[in-house]
C-alpha cells in the first residue's frame, strides 16, 4: 500500500497570507507512461463532504478559485492557498489513485492566525 | 447535474451486517470510465478508503477490510451496495460514496462528487 503523509497536521495563517500544506506519499505516483502524478487535493469544511479540489497533482477543479494551485512531482507535493480568505477554514487531505488502495492523507486543519 | 445518496441504518449492534445503498442520478455506471466509491471518516478522524466498483463491474477493496466487504452496482437502479459483515464500535463513522470518472482518455480514480454521508454507530 502507498502511505501518505502530510505536513504539518494544522496551520494557523492570517487572512490575505499564504498557506502551504505538504504531502509526502511512500512511493512515486508518477505514471512515467502519460508523466501524470496521481495525486488529488480535497478540501472539507466543517459538518460538509469532502471537496475535490486539485487533480492530476496541479489541475484545478471546475470552479475552484485560481488562489488554491497544486505543484510537485513524484513523491512530493503541496498545495498552496495564495491569499487566504475566511471560507478556506477547513481540513484538507491529498488523495493517492494510482495504485489500489487508494489511501488518502491524515488530514491538515487549517485555521485562521 | 450529479447527485448522490447513502442511506442505511443509523444504529447497528455489534456482530451485525451493515448494508448501505448509494442512490445517484446525473450518470450511469453503465457508461465507460465511471466508477463509484465508497469513503468513510470515523468522529474527528481522517477519511479511509473502503472499496470501489467500476462501470465494468472491476471492483477494489481496501486490502485490510476485504475480507469483510462487498460492493456491488444496480445499473438499472442507479444505485451501488456497500455491505460490511461482522461490524464492530471502531467501525462508527460517516460512510460516503462517491462519483469519479475517466478524464482526457486516462482514468481519474478521484472523487469529483459525493454524496453528504450517512452516519453510522455500532453498539450493543
Known amino acids: 500500500d502507498i502511505v501518505m503523509t502530510q505536513s504539518p497536521d494544522s496551520l494557523a495563517v492570517s487572512l490575505g497570507e499564504r498557506a502551504t500544506i505538504n504531502c509526502k506519499s511512500s512511493?512515486?505516483?508518477?505514471?512515467?507512461?502519460?508523466?501524470?502524478?496521481?495525486l488529488a487535493w480535497y478540501q472539507q469544511r466543517p459538518g460538509q463532504p469532502p471537496k475535490l479540489l486539485i487533480y492530476w497533482a496541479s489541475t484545478r477543479e471546475s470552479g475552484v478559485p485560481d488562489r488554491f494551485s497544486g505543484s510537485g512531482s513524484g513523491t512530493d507535493f503541496t498545495l498552496t492557498i495564495s491569499s487566504l480568505q475566511a471560507e478556506d477554514v477547513a481540513l484538507y487531505y491529498c488523495q493517492q489513485y494510482y495504485s489500489s488502495p487508494f489511501n488518502f492523507g491524515q488530514g491538515t486543519k487549517l485555521e485562521i492566525k | 447535474q450529479i447527485s448522490l445518496k447513502e442511506s442505511g441504518p443509523t444504529l447497528v449492534k455489534p456482530t451485525q451486517t451493515l448494508t448501505l445503498t448509494c442512490t445517484f442520478s446525473g450518470f450511469s455506471l453503465s457508461t465507460s470510465g465511471v466508477g463509484v466509491g465508497w469513503i468513510r471518516q470515523p468522529p474527528g478522524k481522517a477519511l479511509e478508503w473502503l472499496a470501489l466498483i467500476y462501470w465494468d463491474d472491476d471492483k477494489r477493496y481496501s486490502p485490510s477490510l476485504k475480507s469483510r466487504l462487498t460492493i456491488t452496482k444496480d445499473t438499472s437502479k442507479n444505485q451501488v451496495v456497500l455491505t460490511m459483515t461482522n461490524v464492530d464500535p471502531v467501525d462508527t463513522a460517516t460512510y460516503y460514496c462517491?462519483?469519479?470518472?475517466?478524464?482526457?482518455?486516462?482514468?481519474?480514480?478521484?472523487?469529483?462528487?459525493w454524496g453528504q454521508g450517512t452516519m453510522v454507530t455500532v453498539s450493543s
Open positions: 462517491a462519483h469519479q470518472q475517466r478524464r482526457d482518455g486516462y482514468n481519474l480514480d478521484a472523487y469529483d462528487m
Open positions: 512511493q512515486s505516483v508518477l505514471y512515467s507512461s502519460n508523466n501524470k502524478n496521481y
